[in-house]
T-cell receptor, first 111, second 116 residues
Framework: SQELEQSPQSLIVQEGKNLTINCTSS?????LYWYKQKYGEGLIFLMM?????EEKSHEKITAKLDEKKQQSSLHITASQPSHAGIYLC???????????FGKGTRLHILP | DAGVIQSPRHEVTEMGQEVTLRCKPI?????LFWYRQTMMRGLELLIY????????DSGMPEDRFSAKMPNASFSTLKIQPSEPRDSAVYFC??????????????FGPGTRLLVL
């Protein structure tokens, strides 16, 4: 069973449009990490969230961890072709070193 | 810093052969992780080490897989004998911290393994 559920599994948006990716857990998240993976390459760290209600932004990407610390959303404003790739959320659920990952959301940007 | 280094970047082998994947973590990091990524199963944690000691190998698929970390700057993941279903991208990651003080994991570029 998948402990972290990401939605949607894939997303196709027109360049310039906004989009949101969700990451949901049935357990409390002690650390929530967002990574981006370009097709055929390794993972690139985007942001880390730890506190309920915390929100962080990097350029046009904003991520938030809800107050209950069981769901996070990643929002991209005015999407660009460079945003295309696979977005993975990872979570520390047991306060150990293990990060459990979701299956990812494949984002395609249409020019 | 060079980041996490993995070798080889690509490996093509025949079923039954032994495969050894290598990883050099970021200097100073005390935790090292091996992951496998496939389209069907996504990114799965295979095993992780803390201070060179294996902490959790529950993700290792079966006895054909083994991992070692002889020192703080080197780890290997070995598959013997390899099977076509082992074809995947294998990532190594390292991090600094333990428990609640964990920092994020830094990933290597991955090794693409194809077993024919």
């Amino acid at each position: 069973s998948q402990e972290l559920e990401q939605s949607p599994q894939s997303l196709i948006v027109q360049e310039g449009k906004n989009l949101t990716i969700n990451c949901t857990s049935s357990k409390t998240l002690y650390g929530l990490y967002w990574y981006k993976q370009k097709y055929g390459e390794g993972l690139i760290f985007l942001m880390m969230l730890q506190k309920g209600g915390e929100e962080k932004s990097h350029e046009k990407i904003t991520a938030k961890l809800d107050e209950k610390k069981q769901q996070s959303s990643l929002h991209i404003t005015a999407s660009q072709p460079s945003h295309a790739g696979i977005y993975l959320c990872g979570a520390d659920m047991n306060r150990d070193d293990k990060i459990i990952f979701g299956k990812g959301t494949r984002l395609h940007i249409l020019p | 810093d060079a980041g996490v280094i993995q070798s080889p970047r690509h490996e093509v082998t025949e079923m039954g052969q032994e495969v050894t994947l290598r990883c050099k973590p970021i200097s100073g990091h005390n935790s090292l992780f091996w992951y496998r990524q496939t389209m069907m199963r996504g990114l799965e944690l295979l095993i992780y080490f803390n201070n060179n000691v294996p902490i959790d190998d529950s993700g290792m698929p079966e006895d054909r897989f083994s991992a070692k970390m002889p020192n703080a700057s080197f780890s290997t993941l070995k598959i013997q004998p390899s099977e076509p279903r082992d074809s995947a991208v294998y990532f190594c990651a390292s991090s600094l911290g333990q428990g609640a003080q964990i920092e994020t994991q830094y990933f290597g570029p991955g090794t693409r393994l194809l077993v024919l």
